[in-house]
């Protein structure tokens, strides 16, 4: 599976922005898509993943509330939408596919076989 993330950038705090990640090479709905990020100098910490299996959505306490996942299995695609963001929020976004389902997986980024090659979103303050 090949992933392409877009949709970074700049913006002011309380701003949103929407991120993309399109799929190729195999079939895209038997995978639980997922979001990460890193902030410099920092680990790359889970943030949002959507399971194939049952579509439930799961994310990370710091996002609950502000950001929302979701995927066009026709167009191969999984968005993560942004809103109310913060200045803890700049990092770089890195959209993974996995064949898990399970929470406990999903949350974890070496269950993730695939991933894109990020999009910077840095959020002034």
């Known amino acids: 599976v090949q992933l392409q993330a877009c949709g970074g950038g700049l913006v002011q705090a309380g701003g949103c922005l929407r991120l993309?990640?399109?799929?190729?090479?195999?079939?895209?709905?038997?995978?639980?898509m997922g979001w990460f990020r890193q902030a410099p100098g920092e680990e790359r910490t889970f943030v949002s993943v959507k399971s194939y299996r049952d579509r439930r959505t799961y994310y990370a306490d710091s996002v609950k509330g502000r950001f929302t996942i979701s995927r066009d299995d026709a167009k191969n695609t999984v968005y993560l939408q942004m809103d109310n963001l913060k200045a803890e929020d700049t990092a770089v976004y890195y959209c993974?596919?996995?064949?898990?389902?399970?929470?406990?997986?999903?949350?974890?980024?070496?269950?993730?076989?695939?991933w894109g090659q990020g999009t910077l979103v840095t959020v002034s303050s």
């Open positions: 993974a596919a996995s064949p898990y389902y399970s929470y406990s997986d999903l949350t974890s980024r070496v269950k993730y076989h695939y």
């Open positions: 993309s990640c399109v799929a190729s090479g195999r079939t895209f709905s038997i995978y639980s």
